[in-house]
């Protein structure tokens, strides 16, 4: 609105006023990365609560951001119990992916209703001190995908979604959270497990990218994800296991992510699947199943894991088996679990005769 108005006599003026309500800008966001230390680019800040920048850090898929900002400093019950996270707003960010860039949609239409400062308290009752907002953040996948690439018919092969989850630390009111610092970035709340298989040449490339893996897992997602204080909320349960067709609704098909580009140098094709975390095998017990080759020529082995360790696969880790292939049986090299410690592990593929 101008400085100055002019007024003339003996005419009528007539002005419009448009109120544009103030976001919360959230600072920006970072993923923690999977435990081997995957990375992607991008920055972001969310705004109004709504998300002005063109960019959010390391997330590489669209779907949809959710936020939930909690009184801080509600104080505690008159009964002396612990005093309760109080839900002052929610907020959903649509994220739209071009050209490989995430970036929030402000269009409504696709679902975009943010925070706004102007709907949060700027004091607390009777107080002259600025009311301080804790966040909670989810980010919701549209579709299935592994490391940005798309899975397709991710459902049919029982992959999760790659959800995320993070808290952003307390701020007063107009000063917007940042999920960039440590503890406070996106997590994966999924576990990522890769095969990588390669051959001393016995196998040419061909043979290694078109090999068929498949595990049966324990554990599955159900029901809606929801936020609370701590973060992105998943529903895990135990999946039935009594029969055939149980095994069949259960069992996990590994997509190939990286193709073997010379198997005679040894370079691997990587296979992968994200699932739920959970341990998909006791000591000893076999889990893991290689198929090379087609119609009579296949051939099937089995892999068991390590007699002294179960294989578990924890939250955010990616958890990598190296094999190399030889005609006469697979060779695990070793097995890892990253990013901060390498896990020793034994383990076998057994042919199935």
């Known amino acids: ?40 680019g991008g920055d972001t800040t969310l705004d109004g609560i709504t998300l002005p920048s063109s960019t959010l850090l390391e997330v590489k898929e669209a779907g949809k951001l959710l936020l939930n900002a909690y009184k801080a400093d509600a104080p505690a019950p008159a009964d002396g119990s612990a005093t309760a996270d109080v839900l002052a707003a929610t907020g959903t960010y649509p994220v739209t992916l071009t050209a490989g860039k995430a970036a929030i949609s402000t269009d409504a239409a696709q679902g975009y209703a943010p925070i706004l ?57 107009g000063t917007s959270p940042a999920f960039d610092a440590e503890g406070h970035k996106l997590a994966h709340l999924m576990a990522l497990y890769t095969v990588e298989l390669a051959s001393d ?10 090999a068929h893996l498949t595990l049966v897992r324990k554990r599955a997602t159900t029901g809606t994800p929801a936020i609370d204080a701590t973060g992105l909320k998943l529903t ?24 073997a580009a010379d198997a005679a140098a040894g370079t691997p094709a990587t296979f992968a699947a994200i699932l739920c975390p959970q341990t998909l095998a006791a000591a000893g017990d076999a889990y893991l199943t290689l198929t090379l080759g087609t119609g009579a020529a296949a051939k099937t082995y089995t892999l068991s894991a390590p007699a002294d360790a179960p294989v578990t696969l924890a939250a955010g880790t990616r958890y990598t088996l190296k094999a190399t292939v030889l005609k006469t049986g697979v060779q695990p090299a070793g097995i890892a679990l990253a990013p901060w410690t390498e896990v020793g592990g034994t383990g076998d593929f057994e042919p199935n005769l």
């Open 1 to 40: 609105m101008p400085d100055d108005l002019p007024l003339t006599p003996g005419t009528e003026n007539d002005y419009t006023l448009t109120v544009e309500p103030t976001s919360l800008t959230i600072g920006s966001i970072t993923i923690t990365p999977w435990a081997d230390g995957i990375h992607s």
């Open 236 to 259: 895990v349960a135990d999946v039935t296991l009594k029969t055939d067709a149980d095994r069949a609704a259960h069992t996990v098909t590994l997509v190939r992510t990286a193709p």
């Open 201 to 210: 040449g016995t196998y040419n490339a061909e043979a290694l990218n078109a």
């Open 117 to 173: 400062w102007d709907k949060l308290d700027r004091y607390p009752a009777g107080a002259t001190t600025l009311q301080n907002y804790a966040y909670a953040a989810g980010f919701l996948p549209d579709a299935y995908s592994i490391d940005g690439k798309p899975t397709a018919d991710g459902a049919a092969l029982h992959h999760e979604k790659d959800y995320l989850s993070a808290t952003a630390a307390a701020t007063p009111w």
